[in-house]
């Protein structure tokens, strides 16, 4: 049986003031704790308010992020800039849209500890999210059921609620889905 559980999550100095540690806080407060969180911090010294669940990372071990990121910093549709706003006259003002480099924290530090093969289940969490409330093992567990291998929080917007989703790791759709994933990242130059 499935019983492993990661999260994982990232933030600069900016959204550690801002938020960060209220999420590492209260995580440490309410989430049981077999459930482990790895925090990517990017230049920044957060306070651990529980090294035994939960471990932070200086986010320059991701090799493959800072690649990334130097590759792309001067490139203005991987920053948010829509390379061809007369194709697309709905959205092209929508900056995230276009803002690869940014959201290349987010995607790596995934990249990065799925590799784990201790982790049945690894689930993303952004750094904004608190939890307000205790949440059980199981609680957490019936969010991320093991019968599917993609889960994530469903809205009525055109587009899902990307700030908290899991995988249910060794899986083939998780599988194929995190090579396919890294590789548009890897690959950027040939996607367009």
């Known amino acids: 049986m499935m019983n492993n559980i990661l999260v994982v999550t990232t933030f600069h100095e900016p959204g550690l ?60 549709k991987a920053n948010g800039k829509c390379p061809w706003p007369e194709r697309r006259p709905r959205d092209w003002h929508k900056e995230f849209k276009w803002d690869a480099v940014r959201f290349a924290n987010k995607v790596y530090a995934v990249f990065e500890t799925a590799k784990d093969p201790s982790i049945d289940i690894l689930v993303w969490m952004d750094a904004d999210t608190f939890v307000h409330s205790p949440i059980s093992y199981t609680e957490f ?52």
């Open 141 to 192: 567990r019936n969010l991320v059921p093991h019968t599917q291998w993609l889960h994530y929080l469903g809205r009525n917007k055109k587009w899902p609620e990307c700030g908290f989703y899991g995988l249910t790791l060794r899986t083939e759709g998780a599988t194929a889905f995190l090579k396919e994933f890294q590789r548009v990242y890897d690959e950027a130059e040939n996607n367009g």
């Open 17 to 76: 003031v801002s938020y960060g540690q209220r999420m590492l806080d209260t995580f440490a407060k309410n989430v049981d704790k077999r459930i482990r969180l790895v925090c990517y911090a990017e230049d920044c010294d957060p306070v651990n308010p529980d090294p035994q669940q939960i471990t932070i990372v200086n986010q320059k071990h991701l090799d493959q992020l800072l690649k990334f990121k130097e590759t792309w910093k001067d490139t203005p």
